[in-house]
């Protein structure tokens, strides 16, 4: 009955599936088969993990979930989030996100990785919560010189454990997560480890 009232398109290749799918099997199944990367780094203060490059599927599905609003594809990068965890399993006290800007969020309209912590914190069995916030802009603009300076683009807006899973989708420079995790340790977090779903090529 649904398929009758409610024709639905596979999102990547347009085949028709369930309105309850956003991808149908066979698209869904080769981006799955496509990760994880085994993409380790180690640093001083934190591991990273990436899934896959940003390219091909992965990146049109990232795309298509955070600039168009195809929330149902949450579903599907949760997927990938936790068979990169389940190659990478560190034990951890919270899992939170690196936070969007104000302009970002109010352009999107949604936080779309605080939809996926949340989605990850339930398989998982750990707590998430939004431990950062980015005060590139607005709050930020008001503090001084010096007090930008120490406190960078992130501060902590809550007390975080001492092991935090930090979530991002696509790591460009790196820029970011750093400038995320040195805003943790500050705050008296002892291990930080980042899963992140794609790494651009530079």
Not at 114 to 128: H, N, Y
Not at 157 to 176: A, E, F, H, M, R
Request: with cysteine.
């Amino acid at each position: 009955m649904l398929n009758y009232l409610f024709e639905n398109n596979c999102l990547l290749c347009g085949k028709e599936v369930s309105p309850l799918r956003s991808l149908c099997e066979n698209c869904e199944e080769k981006v799955l088969k496509n990760g994880p990367s085994f993409y380790r780094e180690v640093h001083r203060k934190y591991e990273l993990f990436v899934y896959s490059d940003y390219t091909d599927e992965i990146e049109r599905i990232i795309r298509l979930y955070k600039y168009h609003g195809e929330v149902s594809l949450s579903g599907t990068l949760v997927k990938l989030f936790l068979k990169l965890y389940s190659y990478f399993p560190r034990e951890a006290n919270l899992i939170t996100w690196v936070p969007s800007s104000l302009d970002s969020l109010e352009n999107r309209g949604f936080d779309h990785m605080r939809l996926l912590a949340k989605r990850m914190s339930k398989e998982l069995g750990i707590p998430f919560n939004a431990v950062l916030e980015n005060v590139s802009e607005g709050r930020q603009v008001e503090k001084s010189k010096e007090e930008r300076k120490r406190t960078g683009r992130f501060i902590c807006k809550k007390d975080p454990p001492q092991n935090v899973i930090l979530i991002d989708d696509v790591l460009t420079t790196g820029t970011s997560v750093r400038d995320c995790v040195e805003t943790l340790f500050r705050n008296g977090v002892s291990k930080v480890f980042v899963y992140v779903l794609a790494k651009t090529r530079r």
